[in-house]
Protein backbone atom coordinates (compact mmCIF):
# COMPACT_ATOMS: atom_id res chain seq x y z
CA UNK A 1 0.00 0.00 0.00
CA UNK A 2 2.67 2.69 -1.17
CA UNK A 3 0.68 5.46 -1.56
CA UNK A 4 3.37 8.44 -1.43
CA UNK A 5 3.29 10.64 -4.75
CA UNK A 6 4.96 13.67 -5.53
CA UNK A 7 1.69 15.20 -7.38
CA UNK A 8 -0.41 13.67 -4.56
CA UNK A 9 -1.67 16.81 -3.74
CA UNK A 10 -5.36 17.65 -4.69
CA UNK A 11 -7.56 21.05 -3.89
CA UNK A 12 -9.26 19.76 -0.75
CA UNK A 13 -6.28 18.17 0.54
CA UNK A 14 -4.77 21.88 0.00
CA UNK A 15 -7.85 23.29 1.74
CA UNK A 16 -7.44 20.92 4.50
CA UNK A 17 -3.52 21.86 5.27
CA UNK A 18 -4.22 25.83 4.78
CA UNK A 19 -7.08 24.69 7.40
CA UNK A 20 -4.99 22.71 9.56
CA UNK A 21 -2.28 26.17 9.43
CA UNK A 22 -4.63 28.63 10.19
CA UNK A 23 -5.75 26.68 13.72
CA UNK A 24 -2.48 25.29 14.53
CA UNK A 25 -1.23 29.45 13.90
CA UNK A 26 -3.87 30.82 16.19
CA UNK A 27 -2.92 28.55 19.18
CA UNK A 28 0.59 28.92 18.46
CA UNK A 29 0.21 32.45 18.99
CA UNK A 30 -1.98 32.39 22.18
CA UNK A 31 0.44 29.99 23.78
CA UNK A 32 3.58 32.39 23.05
CA UNK A 33 1.81 35.32 24.66
CA UNK A 34 2.72 36.04 27.78
CA UNK A 35 3.16 32.20 28.82
CA UNK A 36 4.57 30.90 32.44
CA UNK A 37 7.99 31.13 31.33
CA UNK A 38 9.75 31.31 27.86
CA UNK A 39 12.40 28.76 28.06
CA UNK A 40 9.81 26.19 30.05
CA UNK A 41 7.40 27.53 26.83
CA UNK A 42 10.20 26.74 23.94
CA UNK A 43 11.41 23.14 25.82
CA UNK A 44 7.59 22.00 25.68
CA UNK A 45 6.36 23.45 22.27
CA UNK A 46 9.31 22.19 20.64
CA UNK A 47 7.76 18.74 19.94
CA UNK A 48 4.77 20.69 17.91
CA UNK A 49 6.96 23.01 16.66
CA UNK A 50 9.31 20.57 14.62
CA UNK A 51 5.85 18.33 13.25
CA UNK A 52 4.18 21.88 12.02
CA UNK A 53 7.49 21.93 9.96
CA UNK A 54 7.60 18.37 8.95
CA UNK A 55 4.31 18.94 7.79
CA UNK A 56 4.95 21.93 5.32
CA UNK A 57 7.93 19.87 3.98
CA UNK A 58 6.15 17.00 3.71
CA UNK A 59 2.43 17.64 2.80
CA UNK A 60 2.81 17.08 -1.44
CA UNK A 61 5.05 14.38 -1.84
CA UNK A 62 3.43 12.20 0.98
CA UNK A 63 -0.19 13.67 2.32
CA UNK A 64 -1.27 12.07 5.29
CA UNK A 65 -4.76 10.77 6.02
CA UNK A 66 -7.45 13.53 7.63
CA UNK A 67 -7.13 11.36 10.70
CA UNK A 68 -3.36 12.14 11.21
CA UNK A 69 -3.45 15.72 10.28
CA UNK A 70 -6.40 15.91 12.90
CA UNK A 71 -4.17 13.92 15.78
CA UNK A 72 -1.15 15.68 15.19
CA UNK A 73 -3.18 18.95 15.51
CA UNK A 74 -4.47 17.66 18.59
CA UNK A 75 -1.42 17.07 19.81
CA UNK A 76 0.14 19.99 19.56
CA UNK A 77 -2.83 22.09 21.32
CA UNK A 78 -2.19 19.76 24.02
CA UNK A 79 1.37 20.50 23.86
CA UNK A 80 0.95 24.18 23.72
CA UNK A 81 -1.41 24.27 26.50
CA UNK A 82 1.11 22.63 28.76
CA UNK A 83 3.70 25.01 27.16
CA UNK A 84 1.58 28.05 28.12
CA UNK A 85 0.64 27.21 31.40
CA UNK A 86 3.24 24.35 32.76
CA UNK A 87 1.62 21.02 32.81
CA UNK A 88 1.13 21.84 36.62
CA UNK A 89 -0.60 25.13 36.28
CA UNK A 90 -3.18 24.24 33.59
CA UNK A 91 -6.12 25.69 35.14
CA UNK A 92 -8.77 23.62 34.46
CA UNK A 93 -6.88 20.74 36.02
CA UNK A 94 -6.35 22.97 38.89
CA UNK A 95 -10.18 23.31 39.44
CA UNK A 96 -10.32 19.51 38.85
CA UNK A 97 -7.92 19.05 41.48
CA UNK A 98 -9.84 21.32 43.79
CA UNK A 99 -12.65 19.13 43.44
CA UNK A 100 -11.30 15.80 43.27
CA UNK A 101 -9.80 16.63 46.29
CA UNK A 102 -6.36 14.99 44.27
CA UNK A 103 -2.93 16.39 45.36
CA UNK A 104 -1.88 16.40 41.82
CA UNK A 105 -2.68 18.73 38.92
CA UNK A 106 -3.15 15.64 36.44
CA UNK A 107 -2.76 17.39 33.31
CA UNK A 108 0.36 15.79 32.55
CA UNK A 109 -1.14 12.54 32.50
CA UNK A 110 -3.39 13.32 29.70
CA UNK A 111 -0.11 14.46 27.78
CA UNK A 112 1.86 11.16 28.10
CA UNK A 113 -1.57 9.66 27.51
CA UNK A 114 -1.66 11.79 23.78
CA UNK A 115 2.26 10.49 23.32
CA UNK A 116 1.47 7.06 23.05
CA UNK A 117 -1.99 7.58 21.51
CA UNK A 118 -0.89 9.81 18.36
CA UNK A 119 2.51 8.85 17.69
CA UNK A 120 1.45 5.27 17.58
CA UNK A 121 -1.25 5.53 14.73
CA UNK A 122 1.18 8.51 12.73
CA UNK A 123 3.37 5.06 13.29
CA UNK A 124 0.81 3.12 11.64
CA UNK A 125 0.16 4.73 8.95
CA UNK A 126 3.87 5.65 7.53
CA UNK A 127 4.64 1.12 8.43
CA UNK A 128 1.43 0.63 6.62
CA UNK A 129 2.14 3.00 3.37
CA UNK A 130 5.98 1.75 3.37
CA UNK A 131 4.73 -1.93 3.40
CA UNK A 132 7.94 -2.63 6.34
CA UNK A 133 5.58 -5.06 8.07
CA UNK A 134 3.95 -8.36 6.74
CA UNK A 135 2.25 -9.55 9.52
CA UNK A 136 -0.13 -6.85 11.79
CA UNK A 137 1.19 -8.92 14.63
CA UNK A 138 4.54 -7.75 14.74
CA UNK A 139 3.78 -4.26 13.24
CA UNK A 140 1.91 -3.75 16.25
CA UNK A 141 4.33 -4.82 18.60
CA UNK A 142 6.36 -2.50 16.80
CA UNK A 143 4.86 0.74 17.20
CA UNK A 144 4.42 0.15 20.86
CA UNK A 145 7.77 -0.79 21.63
CA UNK A 146 8.58 2.52 19.44
CA UNK A 147 6.02 4.34 21.43
CA UNK A 148 7.69 3.47 24.87
CA UNK A 149 11.19 4.38 23.16
CA UNK A 150 9.84 7.91 22.71
CA UNK A 151 8.38 7.83 25.83
CA UNK A 152 11.69 6.97 27.56
CA UNK A 153 13.89 9.46 25.32
CA UNK A 154 11.06 12.04 26.31
CA UNK A 155 12.13 11.54 29.76
CA UNK A 156 15.45 10.89 29.56
CA UNK A 157 15.26 14.72 27.85
CA UNK A 158 13.25 16.08 30.65
CA UNK A 159 16.13 14.51 33.31
CA UNK A 160 19.35 16.02 31.03
CA UNK A 161 17.27 19.45 30.89
CA UNK A 162 16.88 19.24 34.92
CA UNK A 163 20.94 18.92 34.87
CA UNK A 164 21.39 21.52 33.11
CA UNK A 165 18.54 24.39 34.16
CA UNK A 166 17.63 24.23 37.58
CA UNK A 167 15.32 27.48 37.22
CA UNK A 168 13.60 25.13 34.32
CA UNK A 169 13.61 21.99 35.73
CA UNK A 170 11.02 22.21 38.29
CA UNK A 171 8.08 23.16 35.19
CA UNK A 172 9.56 21.40 32.81
CA UNK A 173 9.73 17.69 34.82
CA UNK A 174 6.60 18.42 36.34
CA UNK A 175 6.95 15.85 39.22
CA UNK A 176 4.93 17.78 41.62
CA UNK A 177 6.17 15.53 44.28
CA UNK A 178 5.42 12.14 43.08
CA UNK A 179 8.72 9.84 42.98
CA UNK A 180 6.93 7.49 40.30
CA UNK A 181 6.08 10.06 38.21
CA UNK A 182 8.57 8.75 35.49
CA UNK A 183 7.11 5.47 36.01
CA UNK A 184 3.84 6.56 35.36
CA UNK A 185 4.47 8.52 32.19
CA UNK A 186 5.67 5.83 30.29
CA UNK A 187 2.56 3.65 32.03
CA UNK A 188 0.04 6.34 30.50
CA UNK A 189 1.95 6.56 27.01
CA UNK A 190 1.81 2.77 27.00
CA UNK A 191 -2.02 2.61 27.75
CA UNK A 192 -2.39 5.52 25.27
CA UNK A 193 -0.46 3.48 22.31
CA UNK A 194 -2.58 0.60 23.14
CA UNK A 195 -6.02 2.11 23.59
CA UNK A 196 -5.26 4.32 20.29
CA UNK A 197 -4.46 1.36 18.08
CA UNK A 198 -7.24 -1.00 19.42
CA UNK A 199 -10.16 2.00 18.68
CA UNK A 200 -8.81 3.80 15.80
CA UNK A 201 -6.98 1.19 13.48
CA UNK A 202 -10.16 0.16 11.19
CA UNK A 203 -11.17 4.26 11.08
CA UNK A 204 -7.57 4.45 9.80
CA UNK A 205 -7.29 1.44 7.44
CA UNK A 206 -10.74 3.05 5.85
CA UNK A 207 -8.87 6.26 5.28
CA UNK A 208 -5.79 4.68 3.90
CA UNK A 209 -7.75 2.87 1.28
CA UNK A 210 -9.50 6.18 0.31
CA UNK A 211 -6.20 7.72 -0.25
CA UNK A 212 -4.88 5.08 -1.99
CA UNK A 213 -7.54 5.11 -4.61
CA UNK A 214 -7.10 9.05 -5.37
CA UNK A 215 -4.11 8.33 -5.45
CA UNK A 216 -3.57 5.85 -7.97
CA UNK A 217 -6.34 8.04 -10.02
CA UNK A 218 -4.52 10.81 -10.33
Request: proline share 3%.
Amino acid sequence: MNTSSPSAITASHAWGIWTWALCFSGVTLWSVIDPKDYLTWFLESFPALIAAVIIILTYKRFPLTPLSYQLILLHSCILLVGAHYTYAEVPLFTELQHWLGTARNDYDKVGHFAQGFIPALIAREILLRLEVFNQRSWLNFFIVCFVLAVSASYELLEWWTALLSEEAAEAFLGTQGYEWDTQSDMAWALFGAIIGLLSMSRLQNKQLARLSANLKAR
